[in-house]
């Protein structure tokens, strides 16, 4: 019985971030812009990303946390959405923007640099906020976390 409540109070404990419960900040000239997210933690997160997705809301993404700034690559392959990719410092300082990238696509996407995390929301959403280099995103990874 115990092993049972133990394994619901795990499972309980992981779904809200696994269904989008969580949310990050994003700071531009336009303002402030929150977004519902889903935080990619682990190498399985990560690696299944957004993939065989048909839709995500206005106002979601997924944030991949590398736990370490290091050079990245990402790549589009079976997903349907078309994306902006925000490569992010660990101080939550945007260091680059991919903006729509090409659903499908087994290119390489670089980071151009070594970065903590990269947060994917719909393609255009980070025009349509102002989005630029130098921006910042709070979110509890980064060490801007209030």
């Given at each position: 019985?115990?092993?049972?409540?133990?394994?619901?109070?795990?499972?309980?404990?992981?779904?809200?971030?696994?269904?989008?419960d969580d949310t990050v900040e994003i700071e531009t000239a336009t303002g402030n812009h929150v977004f519902t997210i889903e935080l990619a933690d682990t190498?399985?997160?990560?690696?299944?990303g957004l993939m065989f997705r048909q839709h995500m809301?206005?106002?979601?993404?997924?944030?991949?946390?590398?736990?370490?700034?290091?050079e990245i690559s990402m790549w589009m392959q079976n997903t349907y959405i078309p994306l902006d990719m925000i490569f992010i410092?660990?101080?939550?300082t945007v260091h680059r923007i991919e903006r729509d990238t090409t659903p499908f696509s087994t290119?390489?996407?670089h980071?151009?640099?070594p970065v903590r995390s990269v947060l994917e929301v719909n393609a255009g959403r980070s025009a349509e906020i102002g989005l630029r280099p130098g921006d910042t995103v709070r979110h509890r990874i980064f060490s801007n976390a209030d």
């Open positions: 019985m115990t092993r049972l409540v133990l394994a619901l109070l795990v499972f309980c404990l992981a779904v809200p971030a696994a269904l989008g190498p399985q997160l990560r690696q299944r809301a206005a106002d979601h993404g997924m944030l991949f946390d590398f736990e370490r700034d290091q410092l660990s101080d939550g290119r390489s996407i980071s151009r640099g």
